[in-house]
């Protein structure tokens, strides 16, 4: 499995902007698609956005779309979430999720197999 670490998150005011990045190592050299989910305290771990291993597709939930960008290098071993004009509402540590495929996009959260540790977004009022 690859294995993803991400980072860039931290504390930021209702409006600002921040970029996630996570970062992948090891596991088959194949596609891989690359999804961003966040989870609140007390919620249910939400999908936001996902990218195919090609790069070509993206799909995005509702509550990312129009505010928030995901996009990958070319080499496959970064890929990054764009937040702007974020809510207070945004709060919640972020993951990165990855799942073997060239061309699918999955929303559940049990598709994917390989997960990082989550990065905290703190977003005040």
């Known amino acids: 499995q690859v294995q993803l670490v991400e980072s860039g998150g931290g504390l930021v005011q209702a409006g600002d902007s921040l970029r996630l990045s996570c970062f992948a190592s090891g596991g088959p050299d194949r596609p891989h698609s690359v999804a961003w989910f966040r989870q609140a305290p007390g919620k249910e771990r939400e999908f936001l956005a996902a990218i195919s291993g090609s790069g070509t597709k993206t799909y995005y939930s509702d509550s990312a779309k129009g505010r928030f960008t995901i996009a990958r290098d070319a080499a496959g071993k970064m890929a990054y979430l764009q937040m702007n004009s974020l809510k207070p509402e945004d709060t919640a540590v972020y993951y990165c999720?990855?799942?073997?495929?060239?061309?699918?996009?999955?929303?559940?959260?049990?598709?994917?197999?390989?997960w990082g540790q989550g990065t905290q977004v703190i977003v005040s009022s």
């Open positions: 999720a990855a799942r073997p495929g060239h061309l699918s996009i999955m929303t559940g959260a049990t598709a994917y197999s390989s």
